[in-house]
């Protein structure tokens, strides 16, 4: 039950629930938090790669740790930039519906 | 005893993820983001990671999940600021897309020679039998200082890049209109 399979096809089933969130929901906050689900499901499939390959991996042991705290690293970035950018659309139009951000739309 | 935690943090994280996109206020849908991103701390460490599963933990549910909640506070949504949701044609496109994409990767996991290849050496515990000191902070840190020195250095570039932008975004405006334009030297200059 415990193996590489069943991890992956976890990490999958949060991935596409992470796809749902992006698409479906309209406020950016539940977007942003369905992004960082997303990242989590990818994390979740590198570490389990890296621990089957412990071994034999040619960049070695924590190969697929490393990866991923490099990933955590880009979230904190991202949720950074994603949260001030979301302070500034609530300043201008008191609102976060993403309805709302299509002036781009001719 | 590692299959039964590992059932149940998958359950919990899958059921969590679920609430996290289908909650209407925002506050709800970031506690449920808290299990979620524990239970995957806790697949972590069953998987060896323990540091990783920590910083997991420190990161994820410490410090941008804080991030959140203070960004949720701040603005303040009411109920009647809350945006309605989209329609039942919306949610299906979504669920749509998000069904083909869960069946793709499924089908690529199911046939891939190399998963079945790893996984005929049984579970993963006892895959790859590791030293004991695989995933700790000594083991860790070595290699990360000694193989992967630049990438780290690069993500402090990266961190330092996002703490610069985020101050710059955040930044109160002066909220008392501009003098209005100045004529210089015959030049008209206008502020945008």
Same mark, same amino acid.
């Given at each position: 039950?415990?193996?590489?399979?069943?991890?992956?096809?976890?990490?999958?089933? #949060? %991935?596409?629930?992470?796809?749902?969130?992006?698409?479906?929901?309209?406020?950016?906050?539940?977007? #942003?938090?369905?992004?960082?689900?997303?990242? @989590?499901?990818?994390?979740? &499939?590198?570490?389990?790669?890296?621990?089957?390959?412990? $071994?034999?991996? %040619?960049?070695?042991?924590? +190969?697929?740790? =490393?990866?991923?705290?490099? /990933?955590?690293?880009? *979230?904190?970035?991202? *949720?950074?930039?994603?949260?001030?950018?979301?302070? /500034?659309?609530?300043?201008?139009?008191?609102?976060?519906?993403?309805?709302?951000?299509?002036?781009? @739309?001719? | !005893?590692?299959?039964?935690?590992?059932?149940?943090?998958?359950?919990?994280?899958?059921?969590?993820?679920?609430?996290?996109?289908?909650?209407?206020?925002?506050?709800?849908?970031?506690?449920?983001?808290?299990?979620?991103?524990? *239970?995957?701390?806790? =697949?972590? !460490?069953? $998987?060896?990671?323990?540091?990783?599963?920590? !910083?997991?933990?420190?990161?994820?549910?410490?410090?941008?999940?804080?991030?959140?909640?203070?960004?949720?506070?701040?603005?303040?949504?009411?109920?009647?600021?809350?945006?309605?949701? +989209?329609?039942?044609?919306?949610?299906? %496109?979504?669920?749509?897309?998000? $069904?083909?994409?869960?069946?793709?990767?499924?089908?690529?996991?199911?046939?891939?020679?190399?998963?079945?290849?790893?996984?005929? &050496?049984?579970?993963?515990? *006892? !895959?790859?039998?590791?030293?004991?000191?695989?995933?700790?902070?000594?083991?860790?840190?070595?290699? $990360? %200082?000694?193989?992967?020195?630049?990438?780290?250095?690069?993500?402090?570039?990266?961190?330092?890049?996002?703490? =610069?932008?985020?101050?710059?975004?955040?930044?109160?405006?002066?909220?008392?209109?501009?003098?209005?334009?100045?004529?210089?030297?015959?030049?008209?200059?206008?502020? /945008?």
């Amino acid at each position: 039950m415990f193996s590489l399979a069943t991890l992956l096809y976890l990490s999958a089933l #949060l %991935f596409s629930i992470g796809t749902y969130g992006v698409l479906a929901r309209r406020n950016i906050l539940v977007v #942003l938090m369905s992004l960082e689900l997303m990242l @989590n499901a990818v994390n979740i &499939a590198i570490v389990s790669f890296g621990r089957a390959h412990a $071994l034999t991996a %040619f960049s070695g042991e924590h +190969g697929g740790q =490393i990866f991923t705290l490099m /990933v955590l690293a880009v *979230a904190a970035a991202e *949720a950074a930039i994603g949260l001030s950018l979301l302070l /500034v659309i609530w300043r201008r139009w008191k609102s976060i519906d993403l309805r709302q951000l299509c002036r781009l @739309n001719g | !005893m590692e299959h039964l935690f590992f059932g149940l943090a998958a359950v919990v994280a899958t059921v969590s993820s679920l609430l996290v996109v289908t909650r209407r206020n925002p506050i709800y849908s970031a506690l449920f983001l808290i299990v979620m991103l524990a *239970a995957v701390a806790v =697949i972590f !460490m069953l $998987l060896d990671a323990v540091f990783l599963g920590f !910083m997991q933990l420190l990161v994820y549910a410490g410090a941008i999940m804080v991030l959140y909640l203070f960004v949720i506070m701040l603005i303040n949504p009411r109920e009647g600021d809350l945006t309605d949701e +989209g329609g039942a044609t919306e949610r299906a %496109f979504a669920a749509g897309v998000a $069904l083909l994409i869960f069946s793709l990767l499924s089908f690529a996991i199911s046939h891939s020679q190399q998963v079945e290849r790893l996984d005929s &050496a049984g579970s993963i515990p *006892a !895959m790859a039998a590791v030293p004991d000191s695989h995933g700790s902070v000594a083991a860790f840190g070595l290699e $990360l %200082f000694h193989n992967h020195l630049l990438v780290f250095e690069l993500t402090s570039v990266l961190i330092l890049v996002g703490i =610069i932008g985020a101050v710059h975004l955040a930044m109160r405006r002066r909220s008392t209109p501009r003098p209005p334009s100045t004529v210089e030297d015959g030049q008209v200059t206008v502020d /945008v």
